[in-house]
């Protein structure tokens, strides 16, 4: 996982994960501005899904178990403890918090889009 870490890191990735932050903000923000238009309020509970449940699960959650395992040494006990008793079980848990944050966001973004535009 320690060089898992290291390789997220590229800047692609980097880019279309954080770029969706502001991305899903703006669009949150102004479906927020237009509650009357059909779909809108499907577009504003996807950004909010995005924001929280997929950037905030990963800053405030997975983030830092990453960089208490990356400062550790790959070949001590304590590591793998932390590892098999603390990291895996908490990282696999938020990841799957995330995951389904992001999926819920996605459907919601594409039903309030789509009910948007036939509107």
């Known amino acids: 996982m320690q060089s898992i870490n290291l390789q997220v890191f590229r800047w692609v990735f980097m880019s279309l ?30 950004g909010v899904c995005y924001l929280a449940g997929c950037l905030g699960v990963t800053i405030f959650c997975n983030v830092p178990m990453n960089e208490r395992l990356a400062k550790m040494n790959s070949s001590d006990d304590a590591t793998r403890d932390y590892w098999t008793a603390t990291y895996l079980p908490r990282w696999t848990f938020w990841n799957t918090v995330r995951t389904l944050a992001c999926t819920l966001a996605a459907v919601l973004q594409v039903f309030g889009l789509v009910t948007i535009v036939a509107s």
């Not at 899903?24 to 927020?32: K, T, V």
């Open 17 to 46: 994960f954080l770029g969706l932050g502001p991305v899903s903000l703006i669009l949150a923000a102004y479906s927020g501005f237009s509650l009357t238009v059909p779909g809108a309020v499907l577009v504003l509970l996807s």
